[in-house]
């Protein structure tokens, strides 16, 4: 199953390494790593998106939290929690799909960032379930090349 | 006052206590080196740095001390690497300080050059690159804290060399404050209590126990634990001379190369307690099968060690001896039910006996040496009361299996890691901490040409260690595995013939040397050698074929045991 996990870590050169390395040598898989500085600037969240059974869940939790530079590890998945991503998509457009490719995007409510003769470049943010579904709509009008940022992604509520 | 970053090292290791440093200079580091010479303080030049951290390693395992190594940048931190990983997974306390290039340099494949910390990143505990000498106290402050505390380990610590040649105020911190790292000790109470109510109901009960019992110094406690529950009680390689051996409720060591009765027991109780030991391949055999309809209750103060390979019914994280004081606690009060575990699991401790009786560990001593007589008499000669380092292999089995060992830190032996080449600087380290025992290596004619070199250290310091070498002519632990699974083909095991003569190689270092080839002669010869004043080797011709039995094949079910 696929887990969000939220972890705190110290704001070090380093950091960063120890955990994706942690990934790799433990044979863990990693579908997405987000990673930026939090408002106490000695401080850095990462979001990163894994996939286990409970048990390897268990252990991914454990090893990451034994990590020395790492304060606080929370999966997500448990809980009721809110997830965005942003993505820009490239389109191949022709004078055919042009009109298509905009309807699409102001269903998703996306946003054009790019044009040129050849091209429409979309800009689009949502959770999960939503970026898949616009991606296969648009997959038939012809994709030229997609970037993600990757999951970020908090509890929801006061929790 | 202002000190130079190498005056603030030298005098942080005053202030944590340390004793000796083992270590190997070199561009990098020599700085450092000029304050160890002003400053006297004592240190062991070993003849590579892989031997200095097996040597730190020996110490500290023989002491509970933390160890302490000093190497150069480059080659002498990229040396390091082998003696990290063996501390690593045997979780020895080490601090580490590799020279490194000055912090301009970094990143430009400067002369001797290599990014250790991120070489060492996954076979340390944890590590650091200090790159301002105002961090540099803290941070020797939190290397010495993270090695000793919670599941020890080694640390490493990259020192560029303006750190070294910079100033700073020299405050040394009282505290230790690291946000992410807080070690659980004291066991939950709830899940104690849990823990013993299955005790109290089990009728074929077996502790299981690992070196963590002997890293948290706990052998008291376990003692006390199982002497007045009356439950049997099987050691894991590591967790040797945590109970004595000769005990009635000593089953001896389980797994691959354990006894019988070990295998049996495990295989067949209700229960397993399992108290700072891992479930490593090396002991449960086949996953699935191991103690298949028992309950487990498992006692670790790492939780990732907690249901990694096995799940687990009673999770206890905590420091074993504080775990087994609150047990003992408990156990005091309830004097009613203790008794009656003692009575409900008579039959079970019978049961064990027969296994016992069926299947003993043995040899038949004939015309040609046999290496278990060898270490069976040295366990004699010495009253089991010697440290006994091994190398890796038959020779390190059978020092498990013969040499009977009553205290803890007496057995040093590369475990997880299985290091061939840590016996002898092993064996020179723990000398260095006890300077008045009898320390041998009990080693093959294979791993000793790993770190041989390490003689001269032994020869230049006068420390008597006694290396007695096995010598079945073969990397025999090899050669046992293709004559079982590969059909005798010894494909690059045999050293007949290609091995150094012993004795003069000894002699040549400095060193006392014997040879013996009669079964006559074998225990004059080990008495010379302990007798004599200074390092000894001897080298005995031991029957190139022999076995080490009992033995699981890897992935098969502990039930499963070849017996001879
Ligand atoms: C550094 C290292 N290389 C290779 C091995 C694989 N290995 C395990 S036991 C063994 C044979 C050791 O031979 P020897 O020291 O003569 O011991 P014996 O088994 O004959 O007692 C080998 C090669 C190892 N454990 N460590
Ligand atoms: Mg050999």
């Given at each position: 199953m696929?887990?969000t996990l939220s972890?705190l870590?110290?704001?070090e050169?380093g950091?960063?390494?120890?955990v994706?390395?942690?990934f790799?040598?433990?044979?863990?898989?990693?579908e997405s790593?987000?990673?930026?500085?939090?408002?106490?600037?000695?401080?850095?969240l990462m979001?990163?998106?894994?996939r286990?059974?409970e048990m390897?869940?268990?252990?991914i939790?454990?090893?990451?939290?034994k990590?020395i530079?790492?304060?606080?590890v929370t999966?997500?998945s448990?809980?009721?929690?809110v997830?965005?991503?942003?993505?820009?998509i490239?389109?191949?457009?022709t004078?055919t799909n042009r009109a298509?490719?905009?309807?699409?995007?102001?269903?998703f409510r996306?946003k054009?960032?790019?044009?040129s003769?050849?091209?429409?470049?979309?800009?689009?943010?949502g959770?999960?379930?939503?970026?898949?579904a616009m991606?296969?709509?648009l997959?038939p009008?012809?994709?030229k090349?997609?970037?993600r940022?990757g999951?970020?992604?908090m509890?929801r509520?006061a929790? | 006052?202002?000190?130079?970053?190498?005056q603030i090292?030298?005098?942080?290791?005053k202030k944590e206590g340390?004793?000796?440093i083992?270590?190997y200079p070199?561009?990098?580091v020599?700085n450092?080196?000029?304050?160890?010479y002003k400053a006297k303080?004592?240190?062991?030049l070993v003849?590579h740095?892989?031997?200095?951290v097996?040597a730190?390693?020996?110490?500290?395992r023989?002491?509970g001390?933390?160890?302490?190594c000093?190497?150069?940048?480059g080659?002498?931190?990229t040396n390091?690497?082998?003696?990290l990983?063996?501390a690593?997974?045997?979780?020895v306390?080490?601090?580490?300080?590799?020279?490194?290039v000055?912090?301009?340099l970094?990143?430009?494949?400067a002369?001797?050059?290599?990014?250790i910390?991120?070489?060492?990143?996954s076979c340390t505990k944890?590590n650091?690159?200090?790159?301002?000498v105002?961090?540099?106290?803290?941070?020797?402050?939190e290397a010495?804290f993270?090695a000793?505390?919670g599941?020890?380990?080694?640390?490493?610590v990259?020192?560029p060399?303006?750190?070294?040649?910079?100033?700073?105020n020299?405050?040394?911190?009282?505290?230790?404050?690291?946000r992410g790292?807080?070690?659980t000790?004291?066991?939950?109470s709830?899940?104690?209590?849990r823990?013993?109510d299955?005790i109290?109901?089990?009728?074929r009960?077996?502790?299981?126990v690992g070196g963590?019992?002997?890293?948290?110094d706990?052998?008291?406690?376990?003692r006390?634990?199982?002497?007045?529950l009356?439950i049997p009680?099987?050691?894991t390689?590591m967790g040797?001379?945590?109970?004595?051996?000769r005990?009635?409720?000593?089953?001896?060591m389980?797994?691959?190369h354990g006894?019988?009765r070990?295998?049996?027991a495990?295989?067949?109780?209700?229960?397993v307690?399992?108290?700072?030991?891992r479930?490593d391949?090396?002991v449960?055999?086949?996953?699935d099968e191991?103690?298949?309809n028992?309950?487990?209750?498992?006692?670790?103060?790492?939780?990732?060690s907690?249901?990694k390979?096995?799940?687990?019914?009673i999770?206890?994280?905590g420091?074993c001896?504080?775990?087994?004081?609150g047990?003992?606690?408990e156990i005091r009060?309830?004097e009613?039910?203790?008794e009656?575990?003692?009575?409900r699991?008579?039959p079970?401790?019978?049961?064990i006996e027969?296994?016992?009786?069926?299947?003993?560990l043995a040899?038949?001593?004939?015309?040609?040496?046999?290496?278990?007589?060898?270490v069976e008499k040295?366990g004699?000669?010495t009253?089991?009361e010697?440290?006994v380092?091994?190398e890796?292999g038959?020779?390190q089995?059978?020092?498990?299996q013969?040499?009977?060992?009553?205290?803890p830190?007496t057995?040093l032996?590369s475990?997880?890691?299985?290091?061939?080449?840590?016996g002898?600087?092993?064996?020179i380290?723990a000398q260095?901490?006890?300077?008045?025992?009898i320390?041998?290596?009990i080693?093959?004619d294979?791993s000793i040409q790993?770190?041989?070199?390490?003689?001269?250290?032994?020869?230049?310091?006068?420390?008597?260690v006694?290396?007695?070498?096995l010598n079945n002519?073969y990397?025999?632990?090899?050669r046992?595995?293709?004559?079982?699974?590969f059909?005798?083909?010894?494909?690059y095991?045999c050293?007949?013939n290609?091995a150094?003569?012993?004795?003069?190689?000894a002699?040549?270092?400095g060193a006392?040397g014997?040879r013996v080839e009669?079964?006559?002669?074998?225990?004059?010869?080990?008495?010379?050698?302990?007798a004599y004043d200074?390092p000894?080797m001897v080298?005995v011709i031991v029957?190139?074929?022999e076995?080490v039995y009992?033995?699981?094949?890897a992935g098969?079910s502990?039930?499963?045991?070849?017996?001879?």
């Open positions: 696929k887990h972890v870590v110290e704001n050169f950091v960063l390494s120890r994706a390395s942690l790799s040598a433990r044979g863990f898989n990693i790593l987000c990673v930026a500085e939090t408002l106490d600037p000695s401080l850095s979001t990163i998106v894994t286990g059974d390897i869940m268990e252990q939790t454990k090893q990451l939290n990590l530079n790492v304060i606080k999966d997500l448990a809980r009721k929690f997830d965005r991503e942003l993505v820009l490239k389109m191949k457009a004078k298509e490719i905009l309807r699409i995007s102001d269903i996306g054009v960032v790019d044009v003769h050849k091209t429409l470049t979309i800009e689009v943010t959770d999960e379930g939503k970026i898949a991606i296969e709509l997959k009008l012809g994709i090349e997609v970037a940022t999951k970020i992604a509890l509520g929790q | 006052m202002k000190l130079t970053g190498s090292l030298i005098e942080s290791l340390v004793e000796v083992f270590g070199g561009g990098a020599l450092i080196y000029d304050e160890i303080f004592r240190h062991i003849r740095e892989q031997g200095a097996h730190a390693d020996g110490y500290a023989s002491s001390k933390v160890g302490v000093l190497v150069t940048s080659p002498g931190a390091t690497v082998t003696g990983a063996t690593y997974m045997d979780s306390p080490l601090v580490v300080f590799t020279g490194q000055p912090t301009l970094i990143g430009n494949d002369f001797q050059e290599a990014d910390v991120g070489i060492t990143r944890h650091y690159l200090v790159k301002d105002k961090d540099l106290a803290r941070i020797i402050k010495f993270i000793s505390s599941r020890p380990g080694p640390v490493l990259d020192l060399k303006n750190v070294l040649l910079d100033s700073t020299f405050e040394y911190p009282e505290n230790v404050e690291i790292y807080h070690p000790y004291k066991g939950h709830f899940q104690i209590k823990a013993l299955l109290y109901k089990s009728k009960p077996v502790a299981y963590g019992v002997i890293l948290s706990a052998a008291k406690e376990l006390e634990f199982i002497t007045t009356g009680v099987t050691m390689l040797l001379g945590a109970f004595p051996i005990h009635p409720l000593s089953l001896g389980l797994g691959m006894t019988f070990a295998n049996m495990i295989s067949e109780c209700d229960l307690i399992a108290i700072g030991a479930f391949d090396r449960t055999g086949k996953v191991f103690a298949p028992a309950k487990i209750i498992h006692v670790d103060i790492d939780p990732t907690i249901s390979n096995i799940q687990v019914d999770p206890i994280v420091d001896k504080q775990v087994l004081k047990f003992l606690k009060a309830n009613e039910e203790t009656k575990v003692q009575g699991i008579k079970w401790l019978e049961q027969k296994w016992k009786k069926k299947h003993a040899y038949d001593q004939e015309d040609v040496i046999k290496p278990q007589y060898v040295l004699e000669l009253k089991g010697a440290i380092a091994t890796v038959q020779n089995m059978w020092a498990a013969f040499y009977e060992f009553n205290e830190r057995f032996t475990g997880g890691l299985g290091t061939m080449g840590y002898l600087p092993a064996a380290g260095v901490a006890n300077p008045d025992k320390v041998i290596d080693a093959g294979g790993m770190n041989i070199q390490e003689l001269a250290t032994a020869v230049q310091y006068r420390l008597p006694k290396i007695i070498i002519a990397l025999g632990m090899v046992q595995w293709q004559e079982l699974f059909d005798r083909r010894y494909s095991t050293m007949e290609i150094p003569d012993f004795v003069k190689l002699e040549a270092y006392a014997f009669k079964v006559k002669d074998v225990v004059p010869t080990l008495e010379k050698a302990l200074g000894a080298d029957e190139k074929f076995g009992p033995m699981v094949p098969a502990l039930k499963q045991m070849l017996l001879v």
